[in-house]
Structure formats: structure tokens, C-alpha cells
């Protein structure tokens, strides 16, 4: 079943791509089934769409990915989980399956335990009103925010602006990024 539609560049031709999330139950992997999605990738040529990535391997990840340009270098690539690892799947010009980068700092513990919100609301967003794009990330604790460090190897490191849900919450809503201006 499909469960979300992304156009954008996925392989940096200009040239409008389509991701698509399908529910796929997989054992294996360790989220709930309910939660597992497989991604696909519709490659745009101009006047027709070709109906599948030629991959040697299913790209699966726990949830809905978020879609955002991690190396700058204007092809959309994902930020998810899977197997309770966050990563970054990195997407190149010659439509080849994403090289993963795993999700680590050189200030936190990579692997803390927070595992990302099912359904999430993440955003790549500038927090810092520096121009560059930092990451705001849901946990089933509360919210992350890391912050764009071109110093970094993965180009972000993490604030301590973190905030935790408040004990005793009956009910946890998503965030929403708005501008009135």
C-alpha cells in the first residue's frame, strides 16, 4: 500500500523524481511491521517516468523518511531509521542505491537509546538564523536540535537545546513550523 508520494531530484539532473513509500510488512528489521517502508524511486526523464529503481537491494527504514539535502549538494536525500540506527540515505547522479551514513556526533553518544517518533515531525529548518539548515528531530523523548557544522563530519552537531516531554503526558501531538510574517 502506498503511503506517501515525494516529487523531487533525486539523481541532481533537474529533472522532477518521484519517491514512493510503501507498507511492507518485513521481519528482520527492528520496528514494529506496522512501521516498516519500502522506498522507491519513479526517476524522471522529462516526458515519461521510469517505473522503478534498478536496485540490488530493498531500501527499507522504520517509518516515514524526511526528505533533505544532507551534503549540500542539491540532490534530496533521506533522514531516517532503521534497526534503531538513525542515518542518512545519500543520493547520487547515477541513480545507484543511496550510500548510508550513519548518524553519530562527536559531543552526544550516538547511540543513546532515543529512538525516532513513529509518525515523526522532523524538519530541516534553520533554528539559529545563521542561513543554514539545521535539523529538528522528533524522539518518542522529546525534540532534538542539531545544529548545521560545516566542521563536522557529518555536518551536524548536537545542541543541547534539547527538550523532553513533560512527565505524565496523556496525549503527544506533532510540531508544526509556521512564519506569520
Excluded at 164 to 180: D, H, V
Amino acid at each position: 500500500m502506498v503511503t506517501s508520494i515525494v516529487p523531487g531530484d533525486y539523481d541532481g539532473d533537474a529533472i522532477m523524481d518521484v519517491l514512493v513509500t510503501l507498507s511492507r510488512p518485513v521481519s528482520g528489521l527492528s520496528c514494529e511491521e506496522k512501521y516498516v517502508q519500502e522506498i522507491k524511486v519513479l526517476w524522471g526523464s522529462g516526458d515519461s517516468i521510469e517505473c522503478g529503481a534498478k536496485w540490488d537491494k530493498p531500501l527499507y527504514m522504520c517509518g516515514q523518511p524526511l526528505a533533505m539535502d544532507w551534503n549540500e549538494d542539491m540532490i534530496i536525500d533521506l533522514f531516517g531509521s532503521v534497526n534503531n540506527t538513525r542515518a542518512f540515505w545519500v543520493f547520487n547522479t547515477n541513480r545507484t542505491f543511496p550510500a548510508i551514513k550513519h548518524m553519530t556526533s562527536g559531543n552526544r553518544e550516538p547511540d543513546d537509546g532515543k529512538q525516532l517518533r513513529i509518525p515523526h515531525s522532523h524538519a530541516f529548518i534553520d533554528l539559529n538564523s545563521d542561513y543554514n539548515p539545521d535539523m529538528f528531530v522528533t524522539t518518542n523523548e522529546g525534540f532534538e536540535v542539531w545544529l548545521k557544522d560545516p566542521n563536522d563530519v557529518e555536518g551536524f552537531a548536537f545542541s543541547r537545546q534539547t527538550t523532553l516531554f513533560p512527565n505524565g503526558l496523556a496525549f503527544k501531538g506533532q510540531s508544526i513550523f509556521l512564519e506569520p510574517n
